[in-house]
């Protein structure tokens, strides 16, 4: 027989044209007719009416809110349906997280969270086992290796480039085996994946929702329009057109979409009758068998077959729907919410790990409380038309407002922690407050004290160096550090061009305190910032300033610290060249700001495509933003610790190119905005990098989600013969933290870390861009209905700023420095202040100054990923036993490091506010034990000709619940997920 497994399932999106509320209570129809929570609630009755009848769930951001209003007979009837497999859950994030704006870190949260709910609930059956990417635009190969190592047996997607899915449609090639991790993790991150037949919707004329088009089944023969003879050959052709793309007797059709099954009844009646009529043409010699199924029950069938697949190891970016319609947009939209989100994730860290070291949950408190605000916020914003920045306005606006709620319960646990953590006895510790305007220069708590105190805690287990800039007031300061010796600082002047930040509206700091701080591992150390009389008691240095247009400058210009020496553009204002002077490595660079001119069109079809929040679609070449440096008051600004070069390009873009001491980098802070529309065009503002000699041909890399490295080439894809229809947006790449490019020739490389996600692209040999800010005037026609056009507190277009880190170095020398940077950035130093009501002497006999949850630090080439505490309430068997997720990641790959690529081992008795008492190992989503983990194995022919079949398996067994392990080993690229108990110390 031919078995076509019908999975009846909605697609329901954490917001997108509505707020995640209003698409839960169905409010704001006008928009969009959608109610989630009359979905669950019209489903559960149809499937407890018929066991026969099956369903799949996804979403659990809705899933737990509406689980949370029931009653205990509802939550009865709900389980017996888990346990029985006819409710399924698949996915089981708090969200279906974007794939190309996301950072692996928050994707394995969000994951966690759902998993977590669902393990709490229903126990074992409510385990998710398949991936569900049903709607991204656009997939991750670090998706599908975390995929593999949650434990899934397969994943299905619904978005495929159009020229590839008629590559795998001729080919029957719509299902293979994807390689997540071929270098590094093998068989641990492999994982079997079909692309969808119909996206992720019903076959067509066969919806048969309450708001279809199509006809229902009308079978009484008694009636005039009775179709049942039609429909069912329609049907029948339907299935013998998408079973001649598959390999096996098995297929599956999705019978759902968008927000559908608000009104079960009349899918489910329908189904029925197709069902049963189908199945009556089996007496007539047919072999098509139709059943209600789930993606997990097609998978196990597809599995018995003992087929062997084919394979692949490449990503699936960017995603075209035809030609000239690349979405490669979104890589860069709304990149203010982008920048939030990765900051946001950044703090949660900082709250999880403090709530640990300094004890403070118990099992019911105001910490767990507060952080589910925040994961939960967090998790919503992973959405693929959340963080993906293809949302409403209002929406995004939604986003802003929960993460800004979330980092504030996160600030109270935060200040809870040093209230535990600071005092040495008795004393009451001083309340903490958050400054979360530093980037722009505002900091009303310290603008306004005469002297103060600043905490920094650092997230990382290794000791980190960095310098803090802190808006004042004042001419001269006193910084001492946490042992009482004075600390150098330098008084930075704030520029002009960040005055005019409309968001800086209420701040009245003139200069920026820079000065740099050294933090413990897992710990925090505590500066005193005093407001100095004179000059004479300061340790606060001034800067010098000469503006570009300056008789008294050198030709040439430059900036120069012991690292690096930027050359300067005595004209333009743009860089001429970069030397890493360590390294002797010298290469012309000219970077600056141009812009593309964002393609309108009415988007009937591919060629009046517009540029819109999904798609990128370029006219004409890029141009460079006006050069009026010499005329808009440019400067260099120099110091005791950071040289400075500060170039205006316009009312449009401006930038700070800076050298740190001792800092291997040259760091860009770039500032774009408002873009100008006067001149009735859209715009796409790029930094380009454009050395001019590096011999890079064809070839880029770029990271996956900030984890694994991939090669790019320029108007090629390594699975089909690629036409490429637009040369910029075709040749566009998700940038989560790195890209870079290499003059093998030469043994030269150029790197640029990213702060956020952005599309990024090296378009001619030797040249990078980064697709940092958009502003346009059409919608792309992809249901969101308004154009990307972002306003600020002052109603005009947004201001965004971010940071750019430049690392030119050999090749070999690269990678120790782009992973141990990329670390420091999404884990960055917290600050938070306190009022100083005492001679820093004073404070340091009554406070813990300096603290460290770790004895000494992890290996170099080790992160502990995550801290927090966990917990084991059941709703199957309600007990609560204290307990805490940790997870320790290897961030080199194979072969990047002669040394830091070798096998870590970490000492797990190295912590100093609790033991370890018993530890068990995880899978990645840490919803059930690794000893516990049987995956469906499959077979597959590799996508390589040269490549043995052999498959590499880690050498790490998992940990048992019992072990009491003092060390633990990590190979490259590995994450090791584990729940412990503990003895607390403090």
Request: charged letters at 20%.
């Amino acid at each position: 027989m031919l078995n076509v497994h019908l999975v009846p399932h909605t697609h329901d999106d954490v917001g997108w044209l509505k707020t995640v509320d209003q698409y839960f209570y169905g409010s704001r129809n006008d928009i969009q007719h959608a109610g989630v929570q009359y979905i669950l609630d019209s489903v559960i009755p149809e499937l407890l009416s018929d066991p026969s009848k099956r369903f799949i769930y996804v979403e659990i951001a809705f899933f737990a809110r509406w689980w949370r209003e029931q009653d205990g007979i509802m939550k009865e009837n709900v389980m017996k349906l888990v346990n029985e497999g006819r409710l399924e859950f698949v996915l089981g994030g708090w969200c279906m997280n974007d794939e190309a704006s996301t950072h692996y870190n928050a994707m394995i949260d969000q994951h966690t969270l759902g998993f977590s709910f669902l393990e709490q609930e229903f126990g074992g059956c409510g385990r998710p086992r398949v991936g569900w990417q049903i709607d991204p635009f656009g997939h991750s190969r670090e998706q599908a290796s975390m995929f593999a190592q949650f434990g899934f047996d397969g994943l299905f997607f619904g978005r495929l480039d159009y020229q590839d899915k008629d590559t795998r449609l001729k080919q029957n090639n719509m299902e293979f085996v994807w390689r997540g991790s071929p270098k590094n993790l093998g068989e641990t991150s492999e994982l079997f994946t079909g692309v969808l037949y119909n996206h992720y919707v019903p076959p067509p004329g066969f919806c048969f929702d309450e708001f279809c088009k199509d006809a229902p089944i009308m079978d009484d023969e008694r009636m005039n329009d009775v179709n049942i003879q039609s429909r069912v050959q329609d049907f029948i052709k339907v299935v013998k057109d998408q079973a001649q793309h598959f390999h096996s007797n098995n297929i599956m059709m999705t019978m759902g979409s968008d927000f559908q099954y608000e009104n079960a009844h009349t899918w489910y009646k329908n189904l029925d009758k197709l069902i049963k009529y189908v199945n009556q043409q089996q007496s007539n010699g047919s072999n098509i068998n139709l059943l209600y199924s789930t993606p997990s029950c097609y998978l196990f069938n597809l599995n018995h077959l003992n087929q062997v697949w084919n394979s692949t190891k490449d990503d699936f970016f960017p995603y075209a729907s035809r030609e000239n319609t690349f979405w490669s947009g979104y890589f860069s939209s709304r990149a203010a919410l982008k920048g939030y989100a990765r900051k946001s994730n950044n703090l949660l860290q900082v709250c999880k790990q403090l709530d640990v070291l300094a004890n403070l949950s118990s099992p019911v408190s105001f910490a767990t409380e507060n952080l589910r605000i925040f994961k939960e916020a967090l998790g919503v914003v992973q959405h693929h038309d959340g963080i993906s920045g293809t949302e409403k306005q209002h929406v995004a606006d939604d986003y802003a407002q929960r993460l800004a709620v979330g980092a504030e319960k996160c600030q109270q646990v935060a200040s809870a922690a040093f209230e535990k953590l600071l005092p040495k006895g008795s004393e009451k510790a001083p309340k903490q407050v958050y400054c979360t305007l530093t980037n722009i220069s505002y900091c009303n708590f310290t603008e306004h004290q005469k002297q103060f105190m600043m905490t920094v805690y650092n997230p990382l287990g290794h000791t980190v160096t960095d310098f803090v800039r802190i808006p004042v007031l004042a001419e001269w300061y006193r910084v001492v550090d946490p042992k009482g010796l004075n600390v150098t600082a330098q008084m930075v002047p704030i520029s002009d061009e960040t005055k005019k930040i409309p968001e800086r509206n209420g701040s009245i700091a003139m200069n920026e305190l820079v000065f740099m701080v050294e933090v413990p591992p897992l710990g925090y150390s505590t500066y005193f910032i005093i407001e100095a009389s004179h000059q004479e008691e300061a340790t606060s240095q001034p800067s010098q300033i000469v503006p570009l247009s300056s008789d008294e400058l050198e030709i040439p210009l430059y900036i120069d610290n012991d690292q690096y020496l930027v050359l300067l553009d005595n004209i333009k204002g743009n860089t001429m060249g970069f030397t890493n002077k360590k390294k002797n490595i010298s290469i012309p660079l000219h970077q600056g700001f141009w812009w593309y001119e964002a393609y309108g069109g009415n988007c009937s079809k591919g060629e009046f495509q517009a540029s819109g929040a999904y798609a990128l679609r370029t006219k004409g070449g890029r141009q460079l933003v006006p050069d009026t440096t010499m005329k808009l008051g440019s400067y260099i600004l120099t110091g005791e610790l950071v040289q400075e070069a500060h170039m205006i390009f316009g009312p449009e873009a401006s930038e700070v190119i800076r050298l740190y001491n001792n800092k291997p980098y040259v760091e860009i802070e770039w500032t774009v905005g408002p873009i100008n529309i006067k001149d009735k065009l859209g715009k796409e503002f790029i930094t380009l990098y454009d050395t001019q000699s590096m011999e890079t041909g064809s070839l880029f890399y770029t990271d996956a989600n900030g984890r694994e490295i991939l090669e790019r080439r320029r108007d090629h894809r390594n699975t089909w013969n690629f036409n490429n229809t637009e040369p910029v947006a075709g040749n566009y790449y998700p940038v989560n933290s790195r890209i870079f490019i290499q003059d093998k020739t030469n043994n030269q490389q150029l790197t640029v870390m990213t702060d956020r996600s952005e599309g990024g692209s090296s378009l001619e040999s030797g040249t990078l861009e980064l697709l940092v800010h958009r502003r346009l005037l059409y919608d792309d026609h992809f249901g969101v209905g308004e154009p990307l056009n972002e306003t600020g507190a002052d109603g005009q277009g947004l201001v965004v700023r971010g940071k750019h880190l430049v690392i030119l170095d050999t090749i070999e020398d690269s990678p120790s420095l782009h992973r141990s940077l990329a670390l420091q950035m999404y884990m960055a130093p917290s600050l938070s202040f306190s009022q100083l009501t005492m001679t820093p002497e004073q404070a340091m006999s009554k406070y813990n100054t300096q603290w460290s949850g770790l004895k000494k630090s992890l290996p170099a080439n080790v992160h502990m990923l995550t801290l927090e505490q966990w917990s084991t309430t059941s709703s199957i068997e309600p007990i609560e036993i204290p307990q805490i997720l940790i997870r320790f990641e290897h961030i080199y790959e194979k072969d990047e490091d002669p040394v830091l690529s070798q096998p870590a081992v970490v000492d797990l008795t190295d912590f100093t506010t609790f033991r370890i008492v018993t530890m068990q190992e995880f899978t990645l989503g840490a919803n059930f034990p690794l000893a516990e983990l049987n995956r469906l194995p499959w077979r597959y022919i590799p996508d390589n000709k040269e490549e043995s079949l052999s498959k590499e398996k880690l050498l790490n067994t998992a940990i048992p619940h019992s072990s009491v392990p003092t060390t633990l080993s990590l190979q490259p690229m590995q994450i090791r997920t584990f729940v412990a108990t503990l003895q607390r110390l403090l």
